[in-house]
DNA sequence: TCTGGGGTCCTAGGACCC
DNA sequence: TCTGGGGTCCTAGGACCC
């Protein structure tokens, strides 16, 4: 059986911050920001507060009045992130990322010498987690289990730097069985009040149910999400790097409007940030969608496809600007967003491909910016 | 001063073609 | 003159995750 170790970096942002401004370290942290923003990611101090990610601010502060925010700094997450895991490839080449803050590691032949001594096995796993502290400054925790899945429970388990072993049955039924169902990764907030509508609260009584209420609640999910409750579920560590398929950026304005030319200029700026970006990896597009939540928090997208591909800031303006002329109706909104999907390489396209000229010559270059 | 922003995968239904 | 079956593409939205 393959042994499969999922890496999680404990409230990253936080540590980030905290790490590059030690007198944060103790004190309520969270990373989050904007008139109507929520905490992205915060520290342990502020757990305790009742903070949590996904958190609007204003509730954060309720809980913690003294929490300190910081706005987030994505290029330095992301840049830690990536020193981060090349140490981790270091120790194993077999890893799979997962997140900006968690991957997969194949541990296989890591552990094959004493596969057969769990205490040994911990022991040499504790020093991995140190050697990653002392080298990045950033706390991880560990799950060792035979699936991704098992894994990922794992290190949800025990957090900050905890290092859970799920092996045997004995070990995933003590530890995970008990855990409430809303805790399976998989499980949201919309299917976990379903499930325990229907009488299954634990992650134990999944695994076991044989209720026509849980198949009912979970369609055409239940038998793999009921294979992951007993461990079931996939060991594959996939180290080749994904192709991205669609790219989005959007904005929360910070009050409603039902102002057209408002909307519209933000709709460019966004289609603009979208160009730049699919530019700079070197991938076009030709579907093209937009977002409007209004003011009640109900959110429609519209999109549309058309013949050639593209990466031009123009074009895809273009496409958002005609969809959004053709149904919006005038009610106020909260945000507004551009995406673009079917993302390829221009090489893989077999069509002629219609980049501008400027675009063209920006593309072998550095900055993809045009007009 | 309720509810971010960036993703992935899946489903269902309609249009269209042979 | 009453209506198949299969396949693909496109669209909208749901659910989940970090």
């Known amino acids: 059986m393959r042994l499969v170790l999922h890496i999680d970096l404990n409230a990253f942002f936080a540590q980030v911050e905290i790490n590059r401004n030690p007198s944060l370290k103790g004190k309520p942290v969270a990373v989050g920001g904007g008139v109507r923003g929520v905490v992205s990611t915060c520290s342990y101090e502020a757990r305790h507060f009742g903070v949590h990610s996904g958190m609007p601010l204003s509730d954060a502060y309720k809980h ?8 987030g700094d994505y290029h330095e997450y992301s840049r830690q992130s990536h020193l981060f895991f090349d140490a981790v490839r270091e120790i194993f080449p077999r890893i799979q990322k997962a997140s900006i803050d968690e991957c997969y590691a194949d541990a296989t032949e890591f552990f094959q010498d004493i596969s057969d001594d769990e205490e040994a096995m911990y022991e040499r796993l504790f020093d991995v987690q140190m050697k990653l502290l ?14 991704k899945f098992m894994a990922k429970m794992g290190s949800d388990y025990k957090k900050p730097l905890g290092i859970t072993f799920l092996l045997t049955p004995q070990e995933w039924q003590t530890k995970i069985w008990p855990l409430a169902i809303g805790k399976m990764y998989g499980i949201g907030e919309m299917t976990a009040p379903k499930l325990e509508a229907v009488g299954i609260t634990t992650i134990g009584e999944l695994a076991t149910t044989a209720s026509e209420g849980a198949r009912k609640a979970l369609g055409s999910n239940f038998d793999y999400l009921v294979g992951w409750a007993n461990g079931l579920g996939s060991d594959v560590v996939s180290t080749e790097s994904s192709q991205r398929k669609s790219c989005s950026n959007d904005v929360t304005l910070n009050q409603d409007t039902t102002d057209y030319d408002e909307l519209r200029q933000w709709l460019v700026q966004c289609a603009e940030d979208v160009a730049r970006q699919i530019r700079r990896e070197g991938l ?6 937009i977002k409007l939540r209004d003011n009640n928090f109900y959110t429609e997208t519209k999109r ?14 273009f496409h958002a600007l005609k969809i959004f002329d053709a149904f919006y ?18 090489s893989a396209v077999k069509k002629n491909i219609q980049l501008t000229l400027n675009e063209a010559l920006a593309d072998g ?3 993809g910016e045009t007009k």
Do not use: N
């Open 365 to 367: 270059g550095d900055s």
């Open 64 to 71: 913690c009045p003294d929490i300190i925010m910081i706005p």
């Open 284 to 289: 076009v597009t030709r579907t093209v969608c």
């Open 329 to 346: 109706r005038g009610q106020p909104i909260r945000l507004c967003g551009v995406s673009v999907e079917d993302l390829v390489k221009p």
């Open 134 to 147: 002392r080298r990045t400054s950033l706390k991880c925790s560990m799950g060792l289990g035979h699936t």
């Open 304 to 317: 549309e496809t058309f013949e050639e591909y593209t990466d031009s800031a123009e074009t895809i303006s």
